[in-house]
């Protein structure tokens, strides 16, 4: 039978669903970050009951996300009181204006909120500094002033 008789299937006109991406490095997490990711598979699990069947395949694929990022997550060990590392909050200058962020794992990172992931540019920047310190970012050799570390 000539392809041109051939009855195609739905399936062949969609468009491909890729896996969520995993960002790249370790999958530090704080413990309000292993909660949360807690929390988000137990909603998808709640969701899935009654889901339609598109609604159930997408939620398998969060679903492998999610699980995934529960079993590769390292709580990180609370930050020290005197630098800025992970799970520190920080207060600092930048441009002249007084910021204050939390640096926590990509998954908890709300940059709105003043969560701000660890593997983010303005975070790798001031992680290992002081109180006092003057940090280079974005080209210039003291773009932040940290003002308080804890």
Same mark, same amino acid.
């Given at each position: 039978m000539s392809v041109a008789f051939r009855r195609e299937s739905d399936e062949e006109h969609k468009e491909p669903r890729f896996e969520l991406p995993l960002p790249a490095g370790?999958? $530090?997490v704080t413990a309000r970050g292993q909660e949360l990711i807690d929390e988000r598979i137990a909603a998808l699990e709640a969701e899935r009951l009654a889901a339609d069947e598109a609604r159930t395949a997408e939620i398998a694929r969060e679903l492998r996300y999610w699980v995934? @990022? @529960?079993a590769t997550a390292i709580l990180a060990p609370p930050p020290p #009181?005197?630098?800025?590392a992970?799970? /520190?909050?920080?207060?600092? @200058?930048l441009n002249g204006k007084e910021q204050r962020i939390t640096l926590v794992g990509d998954?908890? #990172?709300?940059? #709105? %909120?003043?969560l701000v992931?660890? /593997? %983010?540019? $303005? %975070?790798r920047a001031m992680i290992g500094a002081g109180e006092g310190e003057l940090v280079a970012f974005n080209g210039r050799e003291d #773009?932040?002033?940290?003002? %308080?570390v804890g």
């Open positions: 370790p999958n $530090l995934t @990022r @529960r #009181a005197d630098e800025v992970f799970g /520190s909050s920080v207060t600092f @200058r998954d908890e #990172a709300e940059p #709105a %909120a003043g992931s660890f /593997s %983010a540019p $303005l %975070a #773009a932040i002033e940290i003002i %308080a």
